[in-house]
């Protein structure tokens, strides 16, 4: 099947710095790939969905200024938590649809996952 | 918009059978099935279209009842491998974003 990458797997950092998360399509183009968090025993939700060239569009509550998502290529989005603090502490993973046969069943491929601590 | 699961969570012994349901309020155009073991990332199970159809992998099948707005994941024979947190996901279009429920726990014991 497809491989989505992402990197790093756990990343700890000090409050008030940023933190960039990669998300890779290793096998096939993505033309949109979306970004979840989840918090410890809670369900996956999404933050924003991203499609290759334009800008991503965020769900509601999710603070666009704070979570910076770039999709610069068919095989690579970013996000970056801007000024983190301990309550984006989190697993945040990115997941990729290949198009145009992924349009219609809409599968994704998930990455592995993110773990952020930020103390 | 998210689609609500029943059961919460489910214990099992070893050979039992499951069944995991997924609801929605609004008409859906596919279910997705993933199960997540604790610190890992989702592992996909199937993908279920609008049309009722039925699919099935090794003892894990699942149905869609677009009528009923609602898809069930069955678990048969169960092993120690399926413990883990059931997630379903539900698309209202194609091409539109996935909206996952809240979980079902599910813990196999010997």
């Known amino acids: 099947g497809a491989v989505v990458s992402q990197h790093p797997s756990w990343v700890i950092c000090k409050s008030g710095t940023s933190v960039k998360i990669e998300c890779r399509s290793l096998d096939f183009q993505a033309t949109t790939m979306f970004w979840y968090r989840q918090f410890p025993k809670q369900s996956l939700m999404l933050m924003a969905t991203s499609n290759e060239g334009s800008k991503a569009t965020y769900e509601q509550g999710v603070e666009k200024d704070k979570f910076l998502i770039n999709h610069a290529s068919l095989t690579l989005s970013t996000l970056t938590v801007t000024s983190a603090h301990p309550e984006d502490s989190s697993f945040y993973i990115c997941s990729a649809r290949a198009g145009p046969a992924g349009l219609v069943t809409g599968e994704l491929f998930f990455g592995e996952g993110s773990r952020l601590t930020v103390l | 918009q998210q689609p609500v699961q029943s059961p919460q969570a489910v214990i099992l012994r070893e050979g039992e059978d499951a069944v995991i349901n997924c609801s929605s309020s609004k008409a859906l155009y596919s279910v997705h099935w993933y199960r997540q073991k604790h610190g890992e990332a989702p592992v996909f199970l199937m993908i279920?279209?609008?049309?009722?159809e039925q699919k099935g992998h090794e003892k894990i099948s699942a149905s869609f009842n677009e009528k009923k707005q609602q898809s069930s994941l069955y678990l048969t024979a169960s092993q120690l491998s399926y413990s883990g947190t059931y997630f379903c996901g539900t698309s209202y279009n194609q091409g539109g974003k996935l909206i996952f429920g809240q979980g079902t726990e599910l813990s196999v014991k010997p």
């Open positions: 279920l279209l609008k049309g009722g």
